[in-house]
């Protein structure tokens, strides 16, 4: 099992990102795909989440400014970030979850929100 996140970058405050998730090595469509980050000194926060029927969910956190989206195709997860903030810098990761798959993450990408 492998996943790969790109599409960190340092973005100027009020701007947009789009985040990619490369999967590999497990059945992409059963899965629950995850978004989470981690700003310094702080605990893991857990975002949002597409479950395998396409159904969304978000922490309030982001509500209105996030969105999640699968490709089952390319077996890629994606989170389309706007009105980005400074306080939205965070090393993002993304998880694959399934109940027999188990738990997976992904190494991680850099956000950083600056002027």
């Known amino acids: 099992v492998q996943l790969v996140e790109s599409g960190g970058a340092l973005v100027q405050p009020r701007g947009s990102l789009t985040l990619s998730c490369v999967a590999s090595?497990?059945?992409?469509?059963?899965?629950?795909l995850v978004w989470a980050r981690q700003a310094p000194e702080k605990e893991l926060e857990w975002i949002s989440t597409?479950?395998?029927?396409?159904?969304?969910d978000y922490a309030d956190s982001v509500k209105g400014r996030f969105t999640i989206s699968r490709d089952n195709a390319k077996n890629t997860v994606y989170l389309q970030m706007n009105s980005l903030n400074p306080e939205d810098t965070a090393v993002y990761y993304c998880?694959?979850?399934?109940?027999?798959?188990?738990?997976?993450w992904g190494q991680g990408t850099q956000v950083t929100v600056s002027s």
């Open positions: 597409i479950y395998a029927d396409g159904r969304p």
């Open positions: 998880k694959a979850s399934g109940r027999v798959l188990g738990d997976y």
């Open positions: 090595g497990f059945t992409f469509t059963t899965a629950a």
